[in-house]
C-alpha cells in the first residue's frame, strides 16, 4: 500500500518555467524537470536561507521529507548547469497558498491573493484578457512541449 502523500505548500507560481542555456545547439539531452515543490524547497533554503526546519514548516513536510527535496532540486539544478541542459519547472505535488496573475496581451505578471480573473485588469496595460498562472500550472498532466510557448 502506497501512503497517499500530503500537498506540499508553495507560496506562489514561480516567475520563469523554462531556462535555456545561450547558443547551444538543440540536442537529445532531455529537460531536466524541476517539479514546482522542489523550485519552492530552493526558494525558501537557497534564496530565501531558511533554515530547513522552518522552510520544512512553511511548506508543511517533516524536515527529513525537506531534506529529502532540496538534495533532489539541487542535483538536477547541477545537472543542469554542469552538462548545460535546460530546466523545466512543471509538475509535483503541492498547492499554491498565494497566486500570480499574467497579462497575455503584455506579459506583466502580478501577485494576487485571488485566483478570480473575472473583471480583472492588467495594472500594466489594463487589458481584460488576463490569465490565472496557478490555475494553469495545477490543471492536470500537460502536453510535452520541446520549447517556451510564445
Ligand atoms: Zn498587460
Not at 548547469?81 to 512543471?90: A, C, K, L, Q, T
Request: charge should be positive.
Amino acid at each position: 500500500m502506497v501512503k497517499p502523500r500530503k500537498k506540499r505548500n508553495v507560496l506562489y507560481p514561480p516567475k520563469a518555467l523554462y531556462f535555456k542555456p545561450q547558443g547551444r545547439q538543440p540536442s537529445n539531452q532531455p529537460d531536466v524537470i524541476l517539479t514546482i515543490d522542489e523550485y519552492e524547497a530552493i526558494r525558501l533554503a537557497d534564496h530565501r536561507k531558511l533554515k530547513q526546519e522552518e522552510a520544512a514548516k512553511k511548506m508543511n513536510i517533516s524536515r527529513p521529507t525537506f531534506t529529502r527535496l532540496i538534495e533532489s532540486a539541487r542535483n538536477k539544478i547541477a545537472q543542469a548547469i554542469v552538462n548545460g541542459r535546460p530546466i523545466r519547472i512543471e509538475g509535483g505535488d503541492f498547492i499554491f497558498l498565494k497566486n500570480r496573475i499574467k497579462c497575455r496581451s503584455c506579459g506583466y505578471v502580478w501577485e494576487s491573493k485571488t485566483s478570480n480573473t473575472n473583471q480583472v485588469n492588467c495594472p500594466s496595460c489594463y487589458s481584460s484578457e488576463v490569465e490565472d498562472v496557478g490555475r494553469s500550472l495545477t490543471r492536470g498532466p500537460r502536453r510535452r512541449r520541446r520549447g517556451p510557448r510564445w
